[in-house]
Every structure is written in structure tokens, then in C-alpha cells.
């Protein structure tokens, strides 16, 4: 008689599962797997994911090149990458069938709700194939958090720890099989057109622009992030190294404080820029933590007496002359057009556009944060929905904020120069009708080579009548007791228990619109 025991198999090595964590130093997931023996290192393109609405050409193509880096540095110490194509729990049951293997190493991941529903197939699988998943928090974000109230000295711990060392040596071993070589954007549906300059992707290129804003653009900092001129080179342009891992947020916090103290006395200016830096990294973990906290905020209001205010109000004229850059404001469609080429704005812009959608254009902040999360290289799911709640007025905690477009570039672009290099057709308007251009007689436009009627798009809707309706249709649901009343929930589960320095009312009203710049 033939027995049909399975025979047991003793694992001979572990794997650690690379995601949003694309870097070898400060990782512990590694170092805890290379504790135990040898490892697969392994990163799977995950079809479904690139399938998803708010996954964009770009991304993936930073993706790649941060990748290409891993390889590199794995190589230099004897590992492999393995990159594979599929569905994370059909390349795991493939893995352990082939070679099995007991231990699953990977980060803490606070990302779109099909990250969320994914991990939760891996947990699944895991219990059902006896092996133990290690997850390791990669920021300051707490995974199961039962309230806010210390969530600042967690923060703090945490960025305080030592950074781990990269490992000298790895033991890696390979895929049972051959696998293919990754698809290409075009075969994951990601078909739109390459942004010709956005910033390349990798852990080295994050560390030159880490070292490039410590030692001179820090300077900038206090004073030129809010300013579309200055904020490219002012904000320190890490948030795509941090949304992939490339850089440690932890190795970023330290690395600056170490930088901050050994300036001289005289660099004031610079060591108060590098400490709002700082500020703005906390704030960077608060809103991930929301999203770690409640996942649906993604797809609901947070407040959910806000269901309803916009939904059945749906314009696809003025989505679509929005995301075209022609709503008629120059300085919000100078942000759509510089998107497009860079993938990149800075926040108070990023403020303003969704304020415009919100408000003035009364679009649900769903799809509109779908079409910028596809826009935004540095797509960081739990500061973005977030962010796109609180900018469209509908936590129910935030004072909504209605941005004037015309009033922001006389503020931020009072010479034109933004938008001017941004729209060419601007470069042919005089200066007193730059910030209102439809304004312009017919006989003036054709004087200056434009052509009424289509050079120069009028705004979609008047700007104060979008205005006022937009206040009324707020301020009637937040003065109402039961929206009032479910305030203080949402306030404990998700508000600020930052201790800062009292500020004038101004400054408070506009702290929160500022604290992403990175």
C-alpha cells in the first residue's frame, strides 16, 4: 500500500515582499528575513493595480527606474531581485508549491482600497498555508490605532530609533521557474502620454535631491512654497522617493536634523525652513494615518451628512474644461498645463485647483481626485483622499476653504510669468488684462494676433455667483444640529493632537492648507 502522507518539508528560506518600500537601507523587513537565513527578494507587478483608475504611465515608469536601483544595490552585495507578473496570492501559491517557504516579510502598506482588499487575500492565505507574515510599520502611521490622543509621542519614538544599516551581504536564492521579463505600460493599459519631465525615479536620484535641498534650496523654503515661481526649487521635491520608498522617512527626518544642527548660528533663515521641513513630514503621517484609520474615506464623505450635496449635480462640461486646463482662469489652467509636463504642482496649488472643482465648479471630489491622483507623480493614496475631502469641504471638521483663482495669481504671479510660460497664448496679452484675458475687446485680441472666441476661453461660470451659491449650499448643511453634532466624533478619531506655538487667526485658517509642501 502507497502512502499519500505529504511529507513535510522544512523551509529553507524566507521572502521578503517589496511594495511601496523600494530601497535596501532602513528596511526592516530584510534585515529581519536575512536574521533567519536566506531570502527571495521579490516584487510583482500586480495587473490589477496598474487596471485601477488612479494608476497612470508614470507611475509605473518611476516604478521601473526605482527598481532598475534596487537591482543595482542588491547586486552590489550579492542579491537578486525577482520581479514577477501577477496576482500577489497566485504568485505566493505558485512560489510555495514549487519551493516552499514559512515566513513572509514585507512593510505595512496604507494604500488605495485594492492595496487594502489585497492584503487582506495575502493574510488570508498565508493562515490557510501556515505561513507567518511579519509586517513591519515603514513611517509613523499605527496599524489598529484605538485613538489620536498619543499619536504624536508615537510619531516621535518612532523617528527616533536608529536607522538600520543597509546589509553587507545578502543570501538570496531564485525563482523555481523562468519568469518573463516585465510588461511594458502599453500591455498594462497605461496608454496615455509619457510627462516629458517629471523627476526620475530611484533611491539614488532621491538622495542627490535630498542633499541638493539641505545644502542650498532649504534657503528657499520659508517663503517660496507657496509661490508657483518659486516653489519648484523651494519645496524640497522628495514626496515621490517617499510615496515609493525609495527614501526612508525616517532617514529623511534624521538626516535633516543632523544637517539643521551644524549650520552656524547666522543660517537662521535656513534652520527655520529645515524645521517647518520637518513639520510638514509629521503632517505628511496625520493624513496617511486617516486613511489607515478609515479606508472608505476613499470612495464616501467622511461626514456622512455631506451625502448628497454634489452627487446628483454631476457637469461633464466642466470636468471635461477642467482637465483640458480651459476653464478661463489662466492661473488654474497654467496648474493643469504644468501638470502635464512635470506631474508635479506645488500644494497651494494643488489647493486651489480642487477648490475650483469643489466650489466654483461644483464637481464631486471622486472623480476629480481620481483624474489628479493619474496627474500627481508623488500619488500618495492616504494624503491625497484626505486632502481631497478636506479641500472640497466635506470632513466636517475643516473650514472650507473657497480659493478666488484671480486674487491667487495676483497674490502668487503678480508679473505673469507663471502663466505666461505655461499658456503661449497668454504672451501675447498686455499686462492689465493678464489676470482677466476674456475681458479683452475683440479689436484688442485681434491687434495683438488672437483670435476671439477661441484663444482666449471664457471662465465657465461667473466667479462670484459660483461663489456665493457654493457658500450657501455649504454653510445651510453645516449649520444644521445633527451635522454639527456628529463633529466631535470625527474630530476624536481623526483630529490633530499636534502642540504647536498659538498663532494669529490667519495663520490658523491657512495652517492646514499648508503643511504638504515637501
Known amino acids: 500500500m502507497v502512502s499519500t502522507e505529504r511529507v513535510s518539508v522544512q523551509p529553507s528560506y524566507s521572502v521578503v515582499w517589496f511594495k511601496r518600500d523600494l530601497r535596501i537601507a532602513d528596511h526592516l523587513p530584510l534585515v529581519q528575513a536575512l536574521e533567519r537565513g536566506p531570502v527571495l527578494c521579490l516584487y510583482i507587478v500586480e495587473p490589477s493595480l496598474w487596471a485601477a483608475p488612479d494608476a497612470a504611465r508614470q507611475h509605473f515608469d518611476f516604478v521601473l527606474e526605482s527598481l532598475r536601483d534596487l537591482y543595482r544595490a542588491l547586486r552590489k552585495i550579492g542579491g537578486q531581485l525577482q520581479l514577477v507578473t501577477g496576482e500577489v496570492t497566485e504568485v505566493l501559491a505558485r512560489l510555495h508549491r514549487q519551493a516552499p517557504f514559512g515566513d513572509l516579510y514585507s512593510h505595512e502598506e496604507t494604500g488605495n482600497g485594492l492595496t487594502f ?26 496599524r489598529r490605532l484605538q ?3 498619543h499619536w504624536q509621542r508615537l510619531w516621535d519614538e518612532f523617528m527616533a530609533q536608529g536607522q538600520l544599516v543597509a546589509p553587507e551581504i545578502v543570501r538570496c536564492v531564485s525563482l523555481p521557474w523562468n519568469e518573463a521579463p516585465p510588461p511594458s505600460a502599453e500591455m498594462l493599459g497605461l496608454r496615455e502620454p509619457e510627462v516629458p519631465s517629471r ?23 520659508r517663503g517660496g512654497i507657496s509661490s508657483p515661481l518659486s516653489a519648484p526649487t523651494a519645496c524640497s521635491r522628495l514626496s515621490p522617493y517617499l510615496a515609493l520608498g525609495c527614501l526612508s522617512l525616517r532617514e529623511v527626518v534624521q538626516t535633516t536634523r543632523l544637517f539643521a544642527a551644524q549650520l552656524p548660528a547666522s543660517a537662521s533663515q535656513q534652520r527655520a525652513g529645515l524645521q517647518a521641513f520637518i513639520s510638514r513630514l509629521y503632517w505628511h503621517c496625520h493624513f496617511i494615518q486617516k486613511l489607515e484609520s478609515e479606508p ?54 494643488r489647493a486651489m485647483l480642487v477648490s475650483v ?51 491667487q495669481a495676483r497674490d502668487h504671479d503678480p508679473r505673469g510669468h507663471f502663466v505666461r510660460r505655461w499658456l503661449p497664448y497668454l504672451r501675447k496679452v498686455p499686462d492689465s488684462w493678464l489676470f482677466e484675458p476674456w475681458r479683452m475687446p475683440e479689436t484688442l485680441q485681434r491687434q495683438h494676433g488672437l483670435q476671439p472666441g477661441e484663444d482666449i476661453p471664457e471662465p465657465l461660470v461667473d466667479l462670484e455667483v459660483a461663489t456665493r451659491i457654493a457658500k450657501q449650499r455649504l454653510f445651510a448643511l453645516r449649520i444644521q444640529p445633527e451635522i454639527k453634532a456628529a463633529k466631535a466624533a470625527i474630530v476624536e478619531k481623526h483630529g490633530s493632537r499636534k502642540r504647536s506655538a498659538p498663532r494669529s487667526k490667519k495663520a490658523q485658517g491657512t495652517q492646514a492648507q499648508m503643511t504638504l509642501d515637501l
Open 357 to 407: 472643482a469643489a466650489y466654483l465648479l461644483w464637481l464631486h471630489w471622486r472623480p476629480v481626485g481620481l483624474w489628479l491622483a493619474r496627474q500627481f507623480l508623488d500619488y500618495e493614496p492616504g494624503i491625497h483622499w484626505p486632502q481631497m475631502q478636506m479641500q472640497s469641504g466635506t470632513t466636517g471638521i475643516n473650514v472650507p476653504r473657497i480659493y478666488n483663482p484671480i486674487k
Open 117 to 142: 482588499q489585497r492584503d487582506l487575500a495575502v493574510a488570508r492565505w498565508c493562515r490557510a498555508n501556515d505561513v507567518i507574515w511579519h509586517e513591519s510599520p515603514q513611517f509613523g502611521v499605527v
Open 147 to 149: 485613538a489620536r490622543d
Open 296 to 349: 472608505a474615506l476613499e470612495f464616501r464623505n467622511l461626514h456622512r451628512g455631506y451625502d448628497g450635496m454634489r452627487e446628483n449635480d454631476w457637469n461633464p462640461a466642466h470636468f471635461s474644461a477642467l482637465t483640458a486646463g480651459r476653464t478661463g482662469w489662466p492661473l488654474v489652467d497654467a496648474c493643469v498645463a504644468m501638470l502635464r509636463e512635470t506631474g508635479w504642482i506645488n500644494f497651494r496649488m
Open 199 to 221: 523627476q526620475l525615479g530611484g533611491r539614488q536620484a532621491g538622495l542627490q535631491i535630498l542633499r541638493d535641498f539641505l545644502v542650498d534650496r532649504s534657503n528657499q523654503y
